[in-house]
């Protein structure tokens, strides 16, 4: 069965400048994105991976090209478009967390359905159930700075699913934790993905790369090439691992 | 050294922005130091010295009743020692004129005639026109108040009414005539050619009278003068004599008010400014914690990085400073100059806008910058570089702010808020100094605007509170200025056949003097009724107005000098006859520092009842009345209503006022936004991650604005709140312990609260726009970069 496209990117460029110099973070570059796929995007240090995780989730502006969500040609959204695709569509986790400092992780899961203005009663149950399934109950009311690493980021998870999004975007999410801490993410991500919910996920780490449907690799610029995967099953790992890494081998 | 110059370069380089906000605070608070300084040391006895360069009169004598000889009175003063005696000047009465076509009523002129320029008493300081002997024919001078009141220039013609004849005369010089030219006075000296005045006057219906000056080497002994030429005389002097406190009344009231403004107003700029120099660095530096911490883990010593910052900033400052100063020096001569036009003393200015009062004040800012900036880099010694890189600031710090954040989370919890207005407090409960700093500067901006704004209302309203400042509330005032062609049995007579009339009644004025246990006797003037007090309004402070032949009222600082209450009995001499009066009542008057009393007709007769009270039964007829009666007795005397004289006198206080004191609103205003501006922009630069992530859950970049203007609404709303309390309380308590030793001890103010508040909410406009003007570059820009950076 052929699968539903849910992000396409055409001709996609993003340049950088500084003072007179140029860098050119993303050149012509064409992307597909499917629906209910478990999108894995490596690549070098610089390579532009997280440049093109931005442009697809409509974080950046593009310097040129088109990028369609749904069909629906979000670079040239409005602002306030922009904002209601944010909060609607896509739910994002980055790789330094980034949850707001100053409030609680029960407000800061909150926080989206605040704004896509969910009712009140509505965003609690759904807060309250997603802190349970990410088993951070007990520290549902501690500034993130009273909490660990993987807590901030099974919280910021939970934000980032708070409105049901479409598309949840993780720039490596598991960069700034220890194995043990990184493993449950990537457990979360993937038991989402099995649920239903497509999954674009940025890392380094061959062994996290294993739980893609897809692999996209992604070298100055330009996509380098693209694996193909069924779903992710645990003993699968010793297999993948070998042919992601003899693949990026033979890419480099 | 290289080291340290490198990073300091660096830093200079690296963070322009937050650089270039530092550099205008400085450059605001240089601006609003060295501006305060000069005003506090420009407000303290202009009048004086101005009085003292011009050998100011201490008492004017006017003669034209035949009851002294001019002469024998001239030759006796002339001949004391330690009194300066002016010669002898003759005027006539005027009261119609007519500027550009348009009549002017209650003006009254004093035609002088001028064969040559006065120069011992009261010398006339040219402003405009050229400086000359006596004013050429077909010429005038005019005074400084009369030209600026109605707005006479140079070269302009005015048309005289002598009763039946009238004719022109060109303005050839405007001058600073100080005992008629002060603020509020309804009288001017008109210096004329002596051709011209015998030309247009001598044949004019009324006599000549005449004018002189003294000036005592010590004011302080001119009762003892008084005694000795009375002595001489044989009998009291009974014409019109002017004091020195009421030439010097409106000046030192004014002069205090204004003052009072500049210094409270100076205080606050002082404070503010130091305020904002501490905190904008302070901030800056712990902003840089992290920094610190990495480059101290690489090696660099805590005296290193006090250097680093202390190079900074000197930096910083010295290109602060000096545009700082250049524009205080304009705006600090503007203010002055505008407040106290009427003195005309610019000039005064360059004693204290040297370039060495300039370099002081830049070298104190300079020092407290150094002071600061050592102060909280001190602060880099105990940096532990694992806690500065992992929380931006010391472990401590963070405890302190997670605790306050988690206070202000259960508070906010349990009101309920929008969660946009809670992300708002929160960002104020966060940055507590800045907070701090946005309150006090709102709650000083609506204290000054709304101090300005009741005390401005309060003079534009006066004719609600006219006889709290010691006049009367009668309909009509009529003054005999020609009393050679008036006839007092025909105006009574005209105005009792007047069905409109309600009542009338004649006031005049008589010296009188009170022996003092404790000093020199009192010699002051002292009105005399016809009729009631009451009917025509005059108020005491307390008990009541003089009714019978053994009843006197007194002025507050008559009161003081004599320590007499209500009840008591007082001796005072009237008419060279010791009479024993009971004070009935004590009273404030603005027009001679309350040094007067009241008595009516019934205890002593005065030569000089030369003004009319007059009560309708319906007020609304007031315009019309006047205008039949000036024209029924147009060669002797003027008519004007309340309202007339009120507006006429009080539109110049306006006018001296309205401008100091809407400059210092627009400077904090101005002062208000822009350091609202630079915190916000120096906030949204600490917070731009936060801002970010609120961007990528999908809140538009107005939306995050708003938040964080609703915080600044919040915090600018308690502090214009408390600004109202500071204006309309504490500041006129203050004006008015200041001005009590002028005779004025219960300020008449008339408070317009819906104003008031509106006023104040300029505050916060002023808040919120900058706050909302500054965050803009969250708009301009991605989340990406946000978050990034």
């Known amino acids: 069965m052929k699968k539903a496209v849910i992000i396409q990117a055409k001709n996609l460029c993003k340049t ?108 609690h149950n759904k807060v309250t159930k997603l802190i349970r399934a990410m088993g951070i109950e007990d520290q549902q009311n501690r500034l993130p700075s009273q909490t660990s690493g993987g807590q901030q980021q099974r919280a910021a998870i939970a934000r980032a699913l708070v409105n049901a999004p479409e598309v949840v975007f993780a720039d490596e999410p598991t960069g700034s934790l220890n194995y043990e801490h990184g493993i449950a993410i990537l457990d979360i991500l993937t038991n989402l993905n099995r649920q239903g919910q497509s999954v674009v996920m940025i890392t380094h780490d061959i062994k996290a790369a294993c739980r893609a449907d897809r692999l996209i690799l992604v070298k100055d610029g330009k996509i380098e090439g693209i694996l193909n995967f069924d779903k992710y099953e645990e003993n699968d790992i010793p297999d993948r691992e070998e042919i992601i890494f003899s693949y990026i081998t033979r890419k480099e | 050294m290289k080291t340290i110059v490198t990073l300091c370069i660096g830093n200079i380089r690296k963070k322009k922005i937050q650089n270039g906000l530092i550099v205008i605070l400085i450059m605001l608070s240089t601006l609003l130091l060295a501006t305060s300084i000069t005003l506090i040391q420009n407000t303290e006895n202009l009048f004086e010295k101005k009085h003292e360069e011009t050998n100011g009169a201490h008492q004017i004598l006017t003669m034209g009743e035949e009851l002294h000889d001019p002469k024998v009175v001239n030759k006796w003063w ?25 009549e002017i009523p209650n003006l009254y002129l004093f035609m002088m005639n001028t064969p040559k320029t006065p120069v011992s008493i009261d010398q006339l300081t040219f402003i405009e026109g050229k400086k000359q002997k006596h004013p050429q024919k077909g010429t005038i001078w005019i005074p400084t108040s009369m030209a600026s009141s109605y707005g006479i220039s140079l070269g302009e013609d005015i048309e005289f009414h002598t009763g039946k004849n009238t004719f022109k005369l060109s303005v050839s010089a405007i001058v600073v005539d100080m005992p008629f030219g002060g603020p509020f006075t309804t009288n001017a000296r008109v210096w004329m050619n002596e051709q011209d005045y015998e030309e247009q006057l001598q044949a004019m219906t009324g006599k000549e009278k005449h004018m002189m000056a003294l000036r005592f080497d010590e004011y302080s002994q001119s009762a003892a003068y008084w005694e000795s030429f009375e002595r001489y005389l044989n009998k009291p002097y009974l014409e019109t004599k002017m004091e020195y406190e009421s030439i010097a009344s409106f000046y030192l009231i004014i002069n205090k008010v204004i003052g009072f403004v500049m210094v409270f107003m100076g205080a606050i700029m002082m404070s503010v400014s130091l305020f904002i120099i501490g905190f904008s660095i302070s901030d800056a530096i712990l902003s840089n914690y992290k920094t610190i911490g990495v480059i101290k883990s690489i090696g660099v010593t805590s005296r290193g990085i006090i250097a680093v910052y202390v190079m900074q900033y000197g930096f910083l400052s010295i290109v602060s400073i000096i545009p700082g100063l250049l524009l205080s020096s304009l705006l600090s001569r503007v203010i002055i100059e505008s407040s106290l036009s009427f003195l005309q003393s610019g000039d005064s200015l360059d004693n204290v806008q040297g370039l060495a009062n300039y370099l002081l004040i830049g070298s104190a800012i300079l020092i407290i910058v150094i002071i600061i900036t050592f102060f909280y880099s001190r602060k880099a010694r105990s940096v532990e570089p694992v806690q500065a890189i992992r929380y931006g600031m010391s472990e401590a710090e963070s405890s302190k702010i997670t605790r306050r954040l988690n206070h202000s989370n259960r508070l906010l919890h349990s009101i309920g808020l929008p969660f946009q207005i809670e992300i708002g407090i929160k960002n104020l409960s966060k940055n507590m100094r800045s907070s701090a700093l946005m309150i006090l500067l709102t709650t000083f901006t609506s204290a000054v605007l709304v101090f300005g704004f009741v005390l401005l209302n309060s003079i534009i309203s006066i004719k609600e509170t006219a006889p709290s400042w010691g006049y009367d509330s009668s309909n009509i005032a009529v003054t005999v200025f020609n009393e050679s062609a008036f006839s007092k049995n025909n105006f009574e007579e005209y105005l009792l056949s007047d069905k409109r009339i309600k009542n009338f009644g004649w006031v005049g004025e008589l010296t009188g003097v009170f022996p003092s246990d404790s000093s020199q006797p009192l010699n002051i003037n002292i009105s005399v009724v016809e009729g009631s007090y009451d009917d025509f309004g005059f108020e005491n402070i307390h008990g009541r107005n003089p ?46 520092k309350s040094y007067s009393a009241r008595i009516t007709s019934e205890v002593a007769k005065t030569t000089t009842t030369d003004i009319v009270f007059i009560n309708l039964n319906d007020v609304t007829q007031s315009n019309q009345v006047a205008d039949e009666l000036n024209e029924n007795f147009n060669e002797s005397i003027s008519a004007s209503t309340q309202q007339m004289l009120l507006n006429s006198v009080y539109k110049e206080a306006v006018a001296l006022l309205i401008m100091p004191l809407s400059l210092m609103g627009i400077l904090f205003i101005t002062a208000t936004f822009i350091i609202i501006f630079s915190i916000s922009r120096i906030n949204v630069r600490k917070e731009s991650s936060t801002y970010g992530i609120y961007k990528s859950i999908g809140m538009t970049s107005n939306k995050i604005k708003r938040s964080i203007t609703s915080g600044i609404f919040i915090l600018s709303g308690v502090g214009a709140l408390f600004g109202v309390v500071v204006g309309v309380k504490l500041l006129p308590l203050v004006l008015q312990n200041i001005l009590s030793q002028y005779g004025l001890i219960e300020l008449p103010l008339v408070i317009n609260w819906g104003m008031a508040l509106g006023i104040s909410s300029l505050s916060i406009i002023a808040a919120c726009l900058s706050c909302w003007l500054s965050t803009s570059v969250i708009s301009k820009t991605s989340p990406r970069i946000l978050i990034v950076e």
């Open chain 2, 78 to 102: 002339d001949s004391q020692k330690g009194v300066t005696a002016s010669e002898l000047i003759p005027f006539k009465n005027l009261s119609g004129i007519k500027i550009n076509g348009k």
């Open chain 2, 547 to 592: 009714h019978n032949k053994n009843e006197m009222a007194i002025g507050v600082n008559v009161a003081r000098a004599l320590k007499k209450d209500v009840g008591d009995v007082l001796d005072v001499y009237l008419g060279g006859e010791k009479q024993r009066l009971i004070v009935t009542g004590i009273y404030q008057s603005i027009a001679n």
């Open chain 1, 16 to 123: 950088y400048s500084s003072g007179s110099e140029q860098f050119h973070a993303i050149k012509n570059l064409d992307i597909e994105i499917f629906e209910g796929d478990f999108t894995v995007i490596m690549g070098n240090s610089g390579s532009g991976k997280s440049t093109l995780l931005y442009l697809l989730s409509g974080l950046d502006t593009v310097t040129a090209g088109e990028v369609y969500f749904r069909g629906e040609r979000i670079d040239r959204f409005s602002e306030r478009d922009l904002a209601n695709f944010r909060s609607k569509k896509i739910g994002y986790v980055y790789q330094s967390i980034n949850l707001v400092p100053d409030l609680t992780l029960f407000e800061n899961i909150a926080l989206p359905g605040y704004i896509a203005k969910i009712p009140k009663s509505s965003v």
